[in-house]
């Protein structure tokens, strides 16, 4: 038989350490090998947040629409833009929390962070709409005195720089709100990261939505096609962009998280989004970790401890392991695989320049 030889750079790469770190925590349940798993499609923040808010924003517009008066009409336009403004935000905050709740299994959360998305969504538009209806109504008159044009007149029927700064009016409306309607999940679970990433993303979404409304409605749709098509249109580009964003920042900003090779939600990942995180089998718990009767309703907690996170175990009865051994205090390392009941999560960390 043939000599194996090992290089230095072999023995030196990283993914040997992963190879056997897995083996080690696994000794516990059978020793058994897991590989490490891809996290499916549908468990990505950009693609569930996205859904929700496209499902918020068309069932806005669903309750909306009958009530909307095409045409002039006293105080119409301005008391229809508001309802739809605060509607659509309390939506989108509401299916946001919904889907969060979703996502992990967490009745619990479905409900709760939902109530507090709606709350937080109708609250901050008492301000937002005002502020978005605001500047949509000042630059949407300067837009029609520049058109020239005497009377009612439609956006569609804008040209050239009127059209734009309609447009412009528009997106910067739906940008203050899309902001409010992204603060609720971050509020609902205490995490200044969670209301900034909505903030930022509402912020985003909300601009590139708003600047699409209108141009939907001109070019992709034909010109027999109803206003009320074009608001449908428009307000579902404005959901799928604001939720698009939402997921985009909280996947950008997350330093570390927990990604689950064994357990309910294998493939999952658990971003670590305050300090402490708490880890059990009570659903308000941070990480909710279900039909395990190992696991306690308070099993550990994640403290941030300088720039590094601390896993601690809070008494279980079965124990917290890491890489194997079971600890009660351990600073987390990218690599180390947590052993908690028949669940095993993987720790990773964006790497520091």
């Not at 007149?153 to 528009?170: E, N, Q, S, T």
Request: charged share 15%; net charge positive.
């Amino acid at each position: 038989m043939a000599d194996v030889t090992i290089t230095r750079e072999e023995l030196n790469d990283p993914k040997i350490d992963e190879v056997i770190n897995l083996e080690k925590s696994l000794a516990q349940t059978g020793g058994q090998f897991i590989e490490d798993v891809k996290t499916p499609f549908y468990l990505n923040p950009v693609v569930y947040y996205a859904t929700a808010c496209v499902l918020g924003a068309f069932s806005a517009w669903c309750v909306f629409e009958p009530f909307y008066n095409e045409g002039p009409g006293p105080g119409i336009p301005f008391v229809s833009d508001y309802l739809l403004f605060g509607l659509a935000a309390a939506l989108m905050g509401l299916a946001m929390g919904v889907i969060y709740g979703a996502a992990n299994h967490n009745g619990r959360d479905c409900f709760y962070c939902g109530a507090v998305g709606v709350g937080v969504g109708l609250l901050a538009t008492i301000v937002t709409t005002l502020l978005a209806d605001l500047c949509f109504g000042v630059l949407s008159h300067i837009a029609l005195a520049i058109s020239g044009r005497k009377g009612y007149v439609r956006f569609a029927d804008l040209r050239g720089g009127a059209f734009f700064l309609a447009m412009c009016g528009r997106a910067l409306a739906w940008a203050i709100v899309s902001a409010g309607a992204g603060l609720g999940l971050g509020v609902a679970l205490k995490s200044k990261k969670l209301i900034l990433n909505g903030l930022a993303g509402g912020l985003v979404g909300g601009t590139l939505g708003g600047l699409l409304f209108d141009p939907i409605g001109r070019w992709l749709l034909s010109a027999q096609s109803s206003a009320a098509a074009s608001r449908a249109v428009g307000m579902t580009a404005i959901g799928l962009l604001v939720g698009l964003f939402v997921g985009l920042f909280e996947n950008i900003s997350k330093d570390s998280w927990f990604l689950m090779l064994k357990g309910p939600l294998a493939g999952k990942q658990f971003s670590i989004f305050k300090s402490p995180m708490t880890i059990g089998s009570a659903p308000k718990r941070n990480i909710y970790l279900f039909k395990d009767a190992e696991i306690d309703p308070l099993h550990a907690s994640v403290i941030k401890s300088g720039n590094r996170y601390m896993l601690q175990d809070e008494g279980s009865k079965s124990g917290t392991f890491v890489n194997g051994r079971r600890v009660d205090k351990y600073v987390l390392r990218p690599g180390d695989v947590v052993t908690i009941g028949q669940t095993v999560l993987k720790y990773h960390e964006k790497q520091k320049s």
